[in-house]
Nanobody, 117 residues
Framework: QVQFVESGGGLVQPGGSLRLSCAAS????????VGWYRQAPGKQRQVVAS???????DYADSVKGRFTISRDRAKNIVYLQMNSLKPEDTAVYYC???????????WGQGTQVTVSS
């Protein structure tokens, strides 16, 4: 079974940058949605950035202008470039991939991002 694995998290100072990656362990076709979510302690998981096939990327208001989602279709990797990081960006970040046919949902195991001085 294909799995998606996140990497790139870590500890960074406020104002710093990180790039998260979400890579598939095998070939996945007919992907129509990819998204990055985050969950802070005591809070619900929320979408940060997403791309739906045929549409422009969509971002949460809190990260607009700072985060960029992108996708390497050939390598089945989804990226989240995070710039100008703030302490409130601290959370576990998860990637979500939706496959159209067959209809399947994939979640990564999560990667911790901590923004602190």
């Amino acid at each position: 079974q294909v799995q998606f694995v996140e990497s790139g998290g870590g500890l960074v100072q406020p104002g710093g940058s990180l790039r998260l990656s979400c890579a598939a362990s095998g070939r996945v076709s007919n992907i129509y949605y990819v998204g990055w979510y985050r969950q802070a302690p005591g809070k619900q998981r929320q979408v940060v950035a997403s791309i739906t096939s045929g549409s422009n990327p969509d971002y949460a208001d809190s990260v607009k202008g700072r985060f960029t989602i992108s996708r390497d279709r050939a390598k089945n990797i989804v990226y989240l470039q995070m710039n100008s990081l703030k302490p409130e960006d601290t959370a576990v970040y998860y990637c979500n991939v939706e496959q159209l046919a067959p209809r399947l949902t994939y979640w990564g195991q999560g990667t911790q991002v901590t923004v602190s001085s």
